[in-house]
Each structure stands twice: as structure tokens, then as C-alpha cells.
């Protein structure tokens, strides 16, 4: 096995993802909810995820979208970029174009009505599965939260239980109280 130097391993990576080689391009981010994975297919932005570990990530998305999953910064950088605006209270809305390929009809529906919860604002399972077309699956909704494929972009923080209680989150109650301080929903 032959060892490559850092800056050519950094130059064929970048090559890699400029040439539309790769399936997934990712990285891992820092936050102030600590290391975020972010992966980035060439539709979008395809998997935010609280695991960082790099192996268990890799695999899942070379099941999911291609084998071709490799670590590459540069796509990853607007994604960053936006999340650090995000976290600096600089930023409210993404503009990201996100990649849903891999959720299916309700769970699709149910995860574009997420993104139009606006910054600031909660909603309830419920409500979100009315607006989804199905008012009785606010549980399927519950689900469909637990497995948003990129969380904070898509804020399944911003849903709350029927009596307005945090309740679920698969990043954990204490992000969900994080994310929710900073865009000023809950009180300090």
C-alpha cells in the first residue's frame, strides 16, 4: 500500500466531485450541537445526520445512492456555509436544494409541509399530517420526523406533541431545545 501525500489525496477528491464522479460527497461539520455528517448527492443535499462516524454514514448512503461516497469538501461548502449562518443567528430559511429521492410518497409530502414550517414557529404532528393530506397519521408523522433524512434543513424540531410539549427527536431532546432557543421559539 502506498501512502498519498495530504494534498494530493485533497486534490483527487475535489477532482472527483467536480467530474460528477461521486454519488455523495461528504464532510463532517462542526456546530454548536456538535460534529454534523453532510452529505450532498448532485441533486442536493441528501443526509444531515448527528452520527459522525464517517463508516456507518458511508455505508448507508452506498445502499441508498451509489457506491461512489467519498469524502470531498468542496460540494459540502454551501451546506456549511448556510449552517454556520444558520447557527450564528444570521440566517432563517435555507436555500438549499435538498435531495428526498429516498423518502417515499406520504413520507415525501410530509417532509416538503415540514420545510414550509416557518423559522420561529412550531407546529404538531397533527397539524403537520393534515397538511400532508392524511389528518388521522399524525403517529406515521412521528416516524417520518424520526427518520428526516437532513434534520435542522428540514426542521422536524419545530413539531410538537398536541399539547405543545417537546416531545421525539432523533438528535435528543436537549438539540431539540438548542435549535429551538435559537430561532427564539422557546424561552432561555
Given at each position: 500500500m502506498t501512502n498519498v501525500s495530504a494534498e494530493l489525496d485533497s486534490r483527487f477528491r475535489a477532482a472527483a466531485a467536480e467530474e460528477g464522479l461521486l454519488d455523495v460527497a461528504y464532510d463532517v461539520v462542526d456546530s454548536p450541537l456538535g460534529e454534523l455528517f453532510v452529505?450532498?448527492?448532485?441533486?442536493?443535499?441528501?443526509?444531515?445526520?448527528?452520527?459522525?462516524?464517517?463508516?456507518?454514514?458511508?455505508?448507508?448512503?452506498?445502499?441508498?445512492f451509489g457506491s461512489r461516497v467519498l469524502r470531498s469538501t468542496r460540494p459540502v461548502d454551501p451546506a456549511r456555509r448556510q449552517l454556520d449562518e444558520y447557527f450564528e443567528g444570521k440566517r432563517k430559511r435555507f436555500d438549499l436544494d435538498v435531495d428526498l429521492r429516498l423518502a417515499r410518497d406520504f413520507g415525501r409530502t410530509v417532509l416538503e409541509e415540514l420545510g414550509r414550517v416557518p423559522f420561529g414557529e412550531v407546529t404538531t404532528y397533527g397539524e403537520l399530517a393534515a397538511r400532508a393530506g392524511k389528518p388521522r397519521a399524525a403517529r406515521a408523522v412521528g416516524t417520518?420526523?424520526?427518520?428526516?433524512?437532513?434534520?435542522?434543513?428540514?426542521?422536524c424540531?419545530?413539531?410538537?406533541?398536541?399539547?405543545?410539549?417537546?416531545?421525539?427527536?432523533?438528535?435528543?431532546?436537549?438539540?431539540?431545545?438548542?435549535?429551538?432557543?435559537?430561532?427564539?421559539?422557546?424561552l432561555a
Open positions: 452529505g450532498i448527492s448532485d441533486r442536493g443535499l441528501c443526509v444531515i445526520s448527528y452520527e459522525a462516524d464517517p463508516d456507518a454514514q458511508v455505508e448507508r448512503l452506498a445502499r441508498g417520518i420526523m424520526n427518520r428526516n433524512p437532513v434534520p435542522i434543513v428540514l426542521p424540531h419545530r413539531v410538537v406533541g398536541a399539547n405543545g410539549s417537546l416531545v421525539g427527536y432523533a438528535g435528543g431532546l436537549e438539540r431539540k431545545h438548542q435549535l429551538l432557543r435559537l430561532e427564539g421559539a422557546l
